[in-house]
Nanobody, 125 residues
């Protein structure tokens, strides 16, 4: 079992940056595909980025490509989402998720087995 705790959210002006962290418990962190999702009020949870178990492969939502970077440190049980050039449309509650199975549909939040409690990101215009 994995427990996930997100941090790093806050209020920032458009064009600013935030660095979200997701700390994981357990000794098998490197066996999980890790993803970031977000959910704005009244909307469904949306895929943002995913990173493979060893960190060799990353995939992003089109609207965040070139602005967001996902990375992981398996020695520290940590996954990070660096967000630059933030836009008001990025305002949402951001969650990290852990998926144990291989071959998942990484954009589908139901494919993930564990979730954190979320961290709020608010971008003002």
């Amino acid at each position: 079992q994995v427990q996930l705790v997100e941090s790093g959210g806050g209020l920032v002006q458009a064009g600013g940056s935030l660095r979200l962290s997701c700390a994981a418990s357990g000794r098998t962190f490197s066996s999980y595909t890790m993803g970031w999702f977000r959910q704005a009020p009244g909307k469904e949870r949306e895929f943002v980025a995913v990173i493979s178990r060893a960190g060799a492969r990353t995939i992003y939502l089109d609207s965040v490509k070139g602005r967001f970077t996902i990375s992981r440190d398996n020695a520290k049980n940590m996954v990070v989402l660096q967000m630059n050039s933030l836009e008001p449309e990025d305002t949402a509650l951001y969650y990290c998720g852990a998926a144990a199975r291989l071959g998942i549909e990484y954009t589908d939040y139901s494919a993930y087995d564990y979730w954190g409690q979320g961290t709020q990101v608010t971008v003002s215009s």
